[in-house]
């Protein structure tokens, strides 16, 4: 479906039958959502031993830049309030919300990078010093779905009769139905215009909706990781949706609401399969005295797991050594993989989640099932981050677990993983009803029909505040 890129204006013979003059509060423009999404890294090149040089790159998600007029029927608003529905789909392949910093890649040090989107609402207003309204509202994007009542964000008004404090008349709140999303899935929400001066003074409810693509990214969040010369990585990938209103006036600020959900990559009903690995090298103290041989070998029930969840490996540690072994440790690496600008790709390793146990002595063999929380080292602990993968950044996991002896070589095994978000009972949030003035059109939906359910079914009996 086409979207309009042309604001409605005021047509010249209404003016001349208003006698050549505007009302000072009159909505010149339509009630206008942006979908808006954006990408960007920093980092400091640690070349030649120097890293204070500090590079950044953003670009724009195209398949967020969209714009959508809402509403484009008044002229005029009574008090009240008005609620103007919206559908918006999502496109299948956009990145995930995701946010990482202090991350390392080879030379790169303290890169940071994350993707965000957000809703953006405008009305402007007509008048000199009547102020528009505007509210943005983020977008967050996951894999998986989970329930989250969905939060109003409230932003009064903008532009310079924002700063200045005065012609506000109002201003724009964007509801949507969840606060998470899966890839393809539709966003049904409304934006909710509050009108506190003569426009006139009133509350509309337009009823939005809008579907997500299939192929979507995830929203995520990382930070702290390394990769190859990159440090302190911090990288996100967040979704909003903004709602748009202009106001005619020089100094009139226009209406804007914005709104951040988030989005969750859809199951792909990975196979669980069970995964065996064993190791055994040969003890050397200082790499010159032979001690004798360490063998170790693990089995894990299934490759997937979910983050927050415990993790349990069987082990059989065989200590064939005449050294006592100084610890036993399970830990689980993050492979951070970084795409530059330049197509070049740096990789670094992140151990975010690690149990010790005590070693095995001297001639003896262990048989035991050890365990590790999916949770992070940091304070406050939470699950860790499940394997996302973006246009610039992708993680995946692997469990390893390492025998160790003083002054001499350990002796490890590594099993791949899979680490899935931990996936909710999903709540489905309903949208405010549809309030629009009696003159009101349908509520725009961007390539797809408005469902039945979204036609109007009030309207705004409220004519002052008082009411």
């Known amino acids: 479906m086409e979207v309009s890129e042309t604001p409605l204006l005021l047509r010249r013979k209404e003016a ?87 991350r390392h890649a080879d030379r790169l040090s303290r890169v940071c990078a994350e993707t965000t989107y957000q809703l953006k609402a405008r009305l402007p207003v007509q008048g ?104 302190r990585i911090d990288a996100s990938l967040t979704y909003s949706v903004t709602a748009t209103m202009r106001v005619k006036g020089s100094f009139a600020a226009d209406l804007e609401a914005k709104r951040s959900f988030a989005v969750y990559r859809p199951p792909l009903g990975h196979p669980v399969r069970a995964l065996e690995a064993s190791a055994s090298a040969e003890i050397q103290m200082l790499r010159l005295m032979s001690q004798g041989t360490c063998s170790v070998a693990a089995s894990l029930q299934g490759d997937v797991h979910i983050a927050g969840d415990t993790l349990l490996a069987q082990t059989r540690i065989q200590n064939e050594t005449s050294r006592d072994m100084s610890k036993l440790s399970v830990m689980l690496y993050e492979d951070l993989t970084v795409e530059l600008v330049n197509a070049q790709k740096v990789e670094g390793a992140t151990c975010v989640c690690r149990q010790d146990f005590p070693g095995v002595p001297a001639g003896q063999t262990l048989e035991q099932a050890l365990h590790l929380p999916l949770m992070t080292k940091a304070t406050p602990v939470r699950p860790i981050t499940a394997a996302f993968q973006s246009r610039f950044l992708a993680t995946k996991y692997r469990l390893v677990i390492k025998c160790s002896f003083r002054l001499c070589r350990s002796v490890y095994v590594e099993i791949p993983v899979v680490i899935l978000p931990k996936v909710a009972p999903v709540t489905v949030y309903a949208s405010a009803t549809p309030v629009l003035p009696t003159s009101a059109a349908m509520p725009v939906a961007v390539g797809n029909v408005v469902p039945a359910a979204m036609v109007p079914v009030a309207a705004s009996t409220r004519k002052t505040l008082q009411d």
Request: charged letters at 20%; aromatic letters at 10%; one cysteine or more.
């Open 128 to 231: 000199i010093f009547t102020a528009d309204f505007e509210v943005e509202h983020p977008l967050l994007v996951r894999s998986v779905l989970t329930a989250c009542p969905a939060n109003s964000r409230n932003i009064n008004m903008g532009k310079v009769a924002k700063v200045l404090g005065v012609g506000v008349k109002g201003r724009l709140r964007v509801v949507l139905d969840r606060a998470h999303y899966t890839a393809g899935d539709f966003i049904q929400g409304s934006v909710v215009l509050s009108v506190s001066a003569p426009i006139d003074c009133t509350e509309y409810i337009y009823p939005i909706f809008y579907k997500l693509d299939k192929a979507l990214p995830g929203s995520f969040h990382v930070t702290g990781r390394n990769a190859g010369v990159m440090y």
């Open 16 to 102: 001349d039958s208003l006698g050549g003059f505007h009302p000072i509060c009159g909505v010149v423009e339509a009630l206008v959502l942006h979908a808006q999404g954006l990408e960007k890294i920093s980092w400091s090149d640690a070349r030649n031993g120097n890293s204070s040089n500090k590079a950044c790159h953003q670009r724009v998600n195209n398949f967020l830049q969209q714009r959508m007029e809402i509403c484009d029927d008044f002229e005029s608003y009574t008090p009240g309030t008005f609620v103007f529905g919206f559908s918006y789909r999502l496109h299948p392949t956009l990145p995930g919300s995701f946010h990482i910093s202090d």
